[in-house]
């Protein structure tokens, strides 16, 4: 794709420029404070619209994304001010989910997800033009905006029908293993956290793997004996901190792995800074939460151990254990490297203990590189 603008808070924008390189070569940034307070009526103030409008000059920027979530109104006001296509994270993320999307659910779920993110800015735009307020650059006109929101709606309720379609059908497969008496065990964490990377180290498989977030779009299941359990390990699409209500959506089937699930993984990432450790931590278990996986085994492994010491893998363990005292799940904690093979025999161990024993107590397994 051609250049882009990022307008972001400077504690966001780490992630934010990781998403947007996915999609854009040429990367130009403005940084927020993380003190600033979004207007209301125009998220920018006067002020940062200038910044940006300065910005933007001279270059041929395509788009300009906030990497914030944006109202109808912000977007409009945005549009009209700096004459460039402005979306905000949420679009972000989805186009960048886009980028790597290959089965046809994954494409589905996304192409429903960008509609119904962009319906309500639409209906905004078929209200301006009736009051006579939409600027021309905006759109070819009164007609043609209110039939192609006609033309949206009836496309998501078409793509609806498909996905649950598609849906129907995981369902069954799903209850079909579990008749047959085989374990659900999902692999979630953190986008790039090496889940993937583990998902071909268990099963043997070669899916697509790489350094940019958000590569895994859709789930793979692939049954593998461990002990005397038939275990279904299932790669899923990686979370993200303060995740969306429309990619909640979207991603449901997946999501739904992992709530149905025998036991999850939750994958880590050593190599992250503390605070970064933290931060994903939470989010990880929240979204756990939210999606209704509690009261059920939780092996949490520290990945990427070959890249840090052990003292720091140790200092992780730690964080790990207390921020899992609560008591909402049974747990275990086990350092590893997908990539290097490390400790993959010691996690195989507890997994065989997990899926015979489901309640096990918690513990932490720390094994030595």
Known sequence: MSKALLVVRRSDRAEAEELAKVLYRELEVVELPDSYRASVATYLTPKWVDVVRKALDGSSFSK??????????????????????????????????????????AKIQIEMAKLRHQLPLIRDWVRRVKLGELPGFLGPGGYAIDAYYTHVRRRIAKLKKELERIRKVKDTERSRREERGFKHVA?????????????NRLTGERRATGPELLTTTSTKAKMVPIGNSRAVFIDTVGFIRDIPPEIVEAFYATLKEISTASAVILMLDSYDNEGAFLMKLRESLRILIRIGYVGKPLIVTLNKIDLVQDDYVKKLGELVEGELKGGLWSYRVVAISALKGVNIDLLKKVLEEVLEAPTYLHGTSLAPQ
């Not at 109202?71 to 186009?95: A, F, G, N, Q, T």
């Not at 953190?190 to 993937?196: L, P, S």
């Open 187 to 199: 692999i979630a964490g953190y986008t790039n956290a090496g889940k993937t990377t583990l998902f």
């Open 64 to 105: 300009v994304y906030v990497y914030d979530v944006l109202s109808p109104r912000h977007v409009s006001y945005l549009m009209k001010e700096l004459k460039v296509s402005v979306e905000d994270r949420v679009m972000l993320i989805l186009d960048v989910l886009a980028e790597h999307a290959g089965s046809k659910e």
